[in-house]
């Protein structure tokens, strides 16, 4: 089913049947373009004088039961225990999930609260007047920091696959086109890496797996930041998040022509996100001097996801300038992305 075939169905046939169960008669339903890869359809429902909310429905058959009954279980978790991130409502017959079949197709509903202010990008990257940015760097640590805080005591139910369930070799050869061995090698010489790392309580637990301010809104009278989008979730590193974070940082900088600024600028940067982080959890030194590898398991990430679109748009692989320059920081062992070496351009940020 394409995407567009499903909207048609949620629009035509599904959005009364899902109105009923979260009793959203009466708010304004409407579609939300979705972001690259998108999974989902997601609506956002407004009516006056209530919160707004966030609908979701699922109708890939990319992930089971099981999955969205974890994902939802963690975030409710993370809710009723302080953690700054948008709450499951519950349908009318008190379900986090709702699971409705229609003409011999599954779709996985959900509802969220909506997140109090708006992202970065929809404030065009301006941060709260008279405030230092800092102040930003400093909070998305803080946020993080307690909710990797309250995942080494999470004990699920319902449990999220684990990273290494879906990053191990066979996928690898599986996904990756075999006219790439070399990156193909490198991927998984990174994998066993990965794998001998400390996976204590301290270091690895329920991570976000996509941390970055595309998932969370800023409330810009006051700083708030509150986390959604949990969707790629999974048991994993806590330094995986953080290295996510090092590398949303490079937007602030990436246009930057003289390296050493641009490494001076995200040694502060990091710095910073890092004492936000400690004032809410503790995170061990070894892992942090492991930062380039998790920097890679972001690039490898990526890399994965470029080909799995492709494989399920059923679209031949190809390369573009983007994914060229990502296999070349793997296949030529060039460490944090690329941003300190000549082979970056400042006029074409992380392209060949």
């Not at 969370?216 to 806590?238: A, L, M, P, W």
Request: aromatic fraction near 14%.
């Amino acid at each position: 089913m394409t995407r567009n075939e499903a909207i048609k169905i949620c629009d035509e046939f599904l959005r009364s049947t899902i109105s009923t169960l979260y009793g959203l008669e009466d708010y304004q339903i409407e579609l939300i373009s979705p972001h690259e890869g998108g999974r989902n359809i997601v609506y956002i429902c407004e009516k006056e004088g209530s919160k707004s909310k966030i609908l979701r429905i699922s109708y890939l058959n990319d992930r089971h039961l099981e999955d969205y009954l974890g994902e939802l279980e963690y975030i409710r978790y993370l809710f009723n225990h302080g953690g700054s991130v948008s709450n499951v409502i519950s349908s009318l017959n008190g379900n986090t999930l709702e699971k409705i079949s229609y003409n011999g197709h599954t779709f996985f509903v959900s509802l969220f609260e909506k997140a109090i202010g708006k992202k970065l990008v929809e404030n065009h990257y301006q941060y709260r007047e008279g405030v230092e940015i800092t102040e930003y760097y400093y909070n998305v640590g803080k946020v993080l920091g307690k909710l990797h805080q309250l995942s080494k005591d999470y004990t699920p139910v319902h449990s999220r696959y684990n990273f290494f369930d879906k990053y191990h070799e066979n996928y690898i050869d599986e996904l990756i086109p075999d006219n790439l061995p070399l990156l193909k090698t490198k991927m998984k010489e990174l994998i066993k890496k990965l794998r001998s790392f400390n996976r204590s309580k301290a270091n690895f637990g329920m991570i976000h797996f996509d941390y970055n301010d595309g998932n969370y809104s800023i409330d810009f009278d006051n700083g708030q930041i509150t986390v959604y989008d949990f969707d790629n979730s999974c048991f994993g590193h806590y330094m995986y998040d953080l290295a996510d974070l090092w590398t949303q940082g490079v937007g602030w900088i990436q246009f930057d022509p003289d390296p050493k600024k641009r490494r001076e600028f995200m040694k502060d940067y990091f710095t910073i996100i890092l004492d936000g982080y400690r004032s809410e959890t503790e995170i061990d030194d070894n892992m942090l001097n492991q930062l380039p590898v998790f920097i890679n398991a972001t690039i490898m990430e990526n890399i994965v996801d470029r080909y799995e679109v492709m494989k399920n748009n059923e679209i031949d692989p190809v390369c573009d300038e983007e994914l060229m320059y990502l296999i070349k920081c793997l296949e030529d062992d060039i460490p944090y992305k690329g941003f300190f070496h000549d082979m970056y351009s400042s006029d074409a940020p992380f392209e060949m």
